[in-house]
């Protein structure tokens, strides 16, 4: 494969894409943890618990293959959770996952969205320094709902506007 960022596109959610979605998942869940019941959830049925919730899901292709993906998952009116963005092992630091994070984001910003959120673990750094090159700031200890995931000791938001 390709380990260049310059020959892929990013694109919406295809019927049929659910397997890439899970696989791309799988990949970096299990090297790093252990599936949980809510990724079980997330991956078993997307269209169902991510897509017709109003959520979104982006794939980064190259060569015809999903090497890359990012979940926009609805939480409450103008505000979503981003989530499940994986890159596969091959094509990690290449730039695809910074292209389909700036994608995510444009995308949230353009459809009206007001603040986004995540949930991360400690031990990504990579991920962290590239959440907080885009513009996430950790949230305060105050300020943390507790998660359904017990990998996640990070929370970060990217507010559009200043309150």
Known sequence: MNNTALDFKIREFEPGDEIAFRLLNEEWIT??????????????????????????????????????????????PGEFEVSKMAVTRACQGSGIGRRLLEKVVDEARIS????????????????????????????PPDRVVPSPYARADVSMELSFFTP
């Open 112 to 139: 009206g969205a007001t603040r986004l959120y995540l949930e991360t673990n400690h031990k990504l750094t990579p991920a962290i320094h590239l959440y907080e090159a885009i513009g996430f700031r950790r949230l």
């Open 31 to 76: 090297r790093e943890f252990v599936l949980e019941p809510k990724d079980i959830n997330y991956l078993s049925n997307p269209q169902a618990t991510i897509l017709d919730h109003g959520g979104r899901i982006f794939f980064a292709v190259q060569n015809g293959d999903a090497v890359g993906c990012c979940a926009l998952v609805a939480m409450e």
